[in-house]
């Protein structure tokens, strides 16, 4: 069976987002399919995955904005930002205050330009970063901006290996959580790594309503029982207006081409009159162009 929409994947520690991919293309015996943002293998959480049709999504979903439950570990530097990599400082945090770590914490809420880590997929001059540092190459990064919406449940937690800080953090796309944790421990003077993540929400999608690949699995035994835990295309543009087309309207928009409505400018979903999902198109002086397609 070829499904089409979005699967709530739980991404468990171990795995790449590419992984996932992989994985469920033995499970669902389907090639196309696409994630819809990277997470690191030690992190866990939210990864929509699209199938089908919905791979023209990816780039709509990968620009959303994302939650994360994060623990910082304070006191230490390391080459990845987290601590699966070397250490490279140490520094005593005996003197922090709580009033300090959540102060400086909550002064990251709002915009900033923040230099993306070695130890990630972005490409300089059409190479990955992570390839570079794995050659022992650091290249200068441009910072990037990005925002920080909240960030709350500030828990100081002393004692144990070290200092750790865990927090909620609601971000645009882009944020890494482990270049916050790095830039974070620069402010206090200190350092900073990630210990532990976990995306809690993306694209709409709530942790709640994931699954991980073991349990789809054992869905994909069943395809109709599967199939109800994939959510449909247009759940991504429900803030969208809605246009039936009929006629030589529907040909032109199973075409791809534009058509003339009198509605106001903005963005729109597009049925066919017989109910099935088209594309979406913007509106502008009542002329509707394509923007995103999804008939076969």
Known sequence: MIYTGVLPVY?????????VVAKLRGILHMKKIGHTGTLDPEAT???????????????????SDKTYECVMRL???TD?????????????????TDEQIKTTLSGFVGGYDQIPPMYSAKKIN?????????????????????????LEDIRILRGGEGLDVSFTVSCSKGTYIRSLCRDVGDVLNTGG???????????????????????????????????????????????????????????????????CRKCPDG????????????????????EARICRYFLT
């Open 11 to 19: 991404k468990e520690k171990g795995y790449t987002s590419n992984d």
């Open 80 to 96: 990845t930002e987290d601590m699966t990599g070397r250490i490279l400082k140490v520094s005593d945090t005996g003197d922090l």
């Open 126 to 150: 059409g190479k990955k970063l992570y390839e570079l540092a794995r050659e022992g190459k650091v290249v200068e990064r441009k910072p990037c901006h990005v925002t920080i919406h909240s």
């Open 193 to 259: 790594a990630m210990l532990e993540l976990k995306r809690t929400a993306a694209c709409g999608i709530d942790i709640e309503s994931t699954h991980t690949l073991s349990e789809i699995e054992e869905m994909a035994k069943d395809c109709s029982e599967l199939a109800k835990h994939i959510l449909p295309i247009d759940r991504f543009y429900e803030g969208y207006g809605k246009i039936t087309v009929s006629g030589d309207d529907k040909k032109r928009v199973r075409n791809g081409n534009t058509f």
């Open 267 to 286: 963005m729109y979903r597009v049925y066919l009159d017989d109910g099935e999902f088209a594309a979406v198109y913007e509106i502008r002086n009542g």
């Open 75 to 77: 006191g230490v530097s």
């Open 45 to 63: 959480g939210v990864l929509p995955v699209c199938l089908g049709k919905a791979t023209a999504l990816v780039g709509h979903l990968t620009d």
